[in-house]
């Protein structure tokens, strides 16, 4: 059925009443519709049923789809900035090209989502649940993750910049080619990620778990692992000068190519549990391989 053809006003004063428990009331389903370009602004579609619908470029800004049934549903293009998605589910929904601006994806569960080329500045995702699901090349710039579960979820690509992922768990997460300035990884679990080539500069890693993740050929400049627990995991080629190490262990972590040019609060133990080489630059910028009692381990000053 297309849009034209849908009592679309009566339908949500049906389901205005459902939600309240009135007479008369009844649960909007809009399973396998077609409602592309229809303008939803503003509507109350909580604990709607919209599996299969399609919504090419309709307008959901501020639109209530909290707790809704998302599933395979095609959001592509559409707005929904300031949309309200909470505790909504999401499985092999398409976003890709959207708008969500503000939007709230908070408790989300989401199994083949995509997002790709998505415009989520701010979007809070909080106490989230993805897997499988992509987010290439979209701009999340500010958007919150905090103690949200991300597995092979990819990033690649995207644009995470002051975004924050306080205490999230993410396994098997790729954040390749991505830029994640100034973001916020502190507390997180993070294991067997893929961060090769990111841009990682003044991100915060403090206290966080990291274990055998990719940081080849990344820019992890000023950034703070301060108390982290690196437990494995590739440095090669990335640069690391300037970031901050106080407490951090980095069991068997790679550093042979990287460069610690500047680095502070290294010390030899956390160095001779690190891998060096004659190609890594140490922090007083000599090359490796580090040697206890050398004093490579105090930062350049530059």
Same mark, same amino acid.
């Given at each position: 059925?297309?849009?034209?053809?849908?009592?679309?006003?009566?339908?949500?004063?049906?389901? =205005?009443?459902?939600?309240?428990? =009135?007479?008369?009331?009844?649960?909007?389903?809009?399973?396998?519709?077609?409602?592309?370009?229809?303008?939803?602004?503003?509507?109350?579609?909580?604990?709607?049923?919209?599996?299969?619908?399609? #919504?090419?470029?309709?307008?959901?800004?501020?639109?209530? #789809?909290?707790?809704?049934?998302?599933?395979?549903?095609?959001?592509?293009?559409?707005?929904?900035?300031?949309?309200?998605?909470?505790?909504?589910?999401?499985?092999?929904?398409?976003?890709?090209?959207?708008?969500?601006?503000?939007?709230?994806?908070?408790?989300?569960?989401?199994?083949?989502?995509?997002?790709?080329?998505?415009?989520?500045?701010?979007?809070?995702? #909080?106490?989230?649940?993805?897997?499988?699901?992509?987010?290439?090349?979209?701009?999340?710039?500010?958007?919150?993750?905090?103690?949200?579960?991300?597995?092979?979820?990819?990033? $690649?690509?995207?644009?995470?910049?002051?975004?924050?992922?306080?205490?999230?768990?993410?396994?098997? $997460?790729?954040?390749?080619?991505?830029?994640?300035?100034?973001?916020?990884?502190?507390?997180?679990?993070?294991?067997?990620?893929?961060?090769?080539?990111?841009?990682?500069?003044?991100?915060?890693?403090?206290?966080?778990?990291?274990?055998?993740?990719?940081?080849?050929?990344?820019?992890?400049?000023?950034?703070?692992?301060?108390?982290?627990?690196?437990?494995?995991?590739?440095?090669?080629? =990335?640069?690391?000068?300037?970031?901050?190490?106080?407490?951090?262990?980095?069991?068997?972590?790679?550093?042979?190519?990287?460069?610690?040019?500047?680095?502070?609060?290294?010390?030899?133990?956390?160095?001779?549990?690190?891998?060096?080489?004659?190609?890594?630059?140490?922090?007083?910028?000599?090359?490796?391989?580090?040697?206890?009692?050398?004093?490579?381990?105090?930062?350049?000053?530059?």
């Amino acid at each position: 059925m297309v849009s034209t053809e849908i009592p679309i006003e009566g339908i949500l004063r049906e389901h =205005a009443a459902w939600l309240e428990q =009135a007479e008369g009331g009844r649960q909007a389903d809009l399973s396998g519709l077609t409602l592309n370009d229809m303008d939803l602004a503003d509507a109350v579609l909580r604990r709607a049923i919209l599996a299969g619908t399609t #919504l090419l470029d309709a307008n959901l800004s501020r639109c209530d #789809l909290s707790e809704a049934q998302l599933e395979r549903a095609d959001f592509r293009r559409a707005n929904l900035a300031g949309a309200d998605l909470t505790a909504a589910v999401l499985t092999n929904a398409d976003f890709a090209g959207a708008f969500l601006s503000d939007a709230n994806l908070s408790e989300i569960r989401a199994i083949g989502a995509k997002f790709q080329q998505a415009r989520l500045p701010q979007a809070r995702i #909080l106490e989230a649940s993805l897997t499988d699901s992509s987010f290439a090349r979209a701009s999340a710039r500010e958007a919150s993750f905090h103690q949200s579960r991300l597995y092979d979820v990819d990033f $690649t690509e995207c644009d995470l910049a002051r975004a924050i992922f306080y205490h999230a768990r993410l396994h098997h $997460t790729r954040f390749t080619g991505g830029s994640i300035a100034n973001g916020n990884f502190s507390g997180a679990k993070i294991d067997h990620c893929d961060f090769t080539r990111a841009k990682l500069a003044g991100v915060r890693f403090a206290r966080a778990e990291i274990v055998q993740c990719l940081f080849r050929y990344a820019d992890v400049q000023g950034c703070d692992f301060r108390e982290a627990r690196l437990r494995g995991g590739d440095f090669s080629r =990335a640069v690391l000068a300037g970031s901050r190490f106080g407490g951090a262990q980095l069991a068997m972590a790679d550093l042979r190519g990287a460069d610690l040019t500047g680095a502070r609060e290294l010390t030899p133990d956390q160095l001779v549990q690190a891998i060096t080489d004659e190609s890594t630059l140490l922090p007083s910028g000599r090359c490796g391989p580090y040697i206890r009692g050398s004093g490579a381990e105090k930062p350049k000053i530059i």
